[in-house]
């Protein structure tokens, strides 16, 4: 029997090696090949991708992404599936096995020397407990990562593609909006999974930018995310205070960037929070001036 795996070579599969998944690493298997198949159209893979596959697991995806012509990386944390992926793709797709490469190890301590060639694409059933990080880790350390199409709680989708004003707009909505464009690109039901999560899953399709959308460094800007919504209900002045060195400071920033100090992190687009870090450097760099509430800025 040759191409993608349904329910009943899935479970053949992990009683073969042995596999019990777990809920540590994540582990729900895909044992639907019209789910593969409509992960790998949403991807919009051109035959001259290099597809960067997180996750393997039993080879479900991987199958899928390897009808195209495109090459794969699959970085696999389990030592036994990491081993054993090789041999399901000769046994599956023969004449693909010379275009798939396996990394086991940790997904998040990828270096950009871990590829080659290097990745245009990232296209991944995530571990869902660490998809975000996984996913802002692969954009900070890959550039030459161009689209991606992955699949995450339901929950977390709606996060990394939410809006300014959105209630769930936060952390990784601005920090996937710094790298890339993204959009919602379907919901998927539990049961296409084994074992069967409690959660529904969703699609997250991005293509990156050409370039950054400011020129402030990353960590910069980044920083003033993390500190605006680590107290999300707050005005920026009060939640940047820490940040700024003081609510007078950060209110000065604030003004020096056009963005209104009353304000709540959550209806700034990324550019406004890189116009904060902007101005936080401008205002660092000018010397110290007497400030409202009678402290000296540093
Ligand atoms: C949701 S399963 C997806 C499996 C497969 N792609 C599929 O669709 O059936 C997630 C996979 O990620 C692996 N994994 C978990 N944490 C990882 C990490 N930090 N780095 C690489 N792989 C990881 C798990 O062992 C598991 O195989």
Known sequence: MTGLLGPAQIRALAAKLGVRPTKKLGQNFVHDPNTVRRIVAAAGLTEDDVVLEVGPGLGSL?????????????VELDPVLAAALPETVAVQAPEAKDRLTVLAGDALKTTVADFTPAPTALVANLPYNVAVPVVLHLLATLPSLRHGLVMVQLEVADRLTAGPG????????????????????????????????NVDSGLVAFTLRDAPPAAVPREDVFA?????????????????????????????????????????????????????????RTAVSEPPEAESDGRVAR
């Open 166 to 197: 959105s209630k769930v707009y936060g952390i990784p909505s601005v920090k996937l909006a710094w790298y890339a464009d993204s959009r919602m690109a379907g919901k998927v039901p539990p049961a296409v999974f084994w074992p069967v999560p």
């Open 62 to 74: 991987t199958l899928g992404l390897l009808e195209t012509a495109a090459r794969v990386h699959a």
């Open 224 to 280: 003033v995310v993390d500190a605006a919504f680590a107290q999300r209900r707050k005005t920026l002045r009060a939640a940047l205070a820490g940040w700024a060195g003081g609510s007078a400071v950060a209110e000065r920033i604030l003004r020096a960037a056009g963005v209104d100090p009353q304000a709540r992190g959550e209806s700034l687009t990324v550019m406004e929070f890189a116009a904060i870090a902007a101005a936080r």
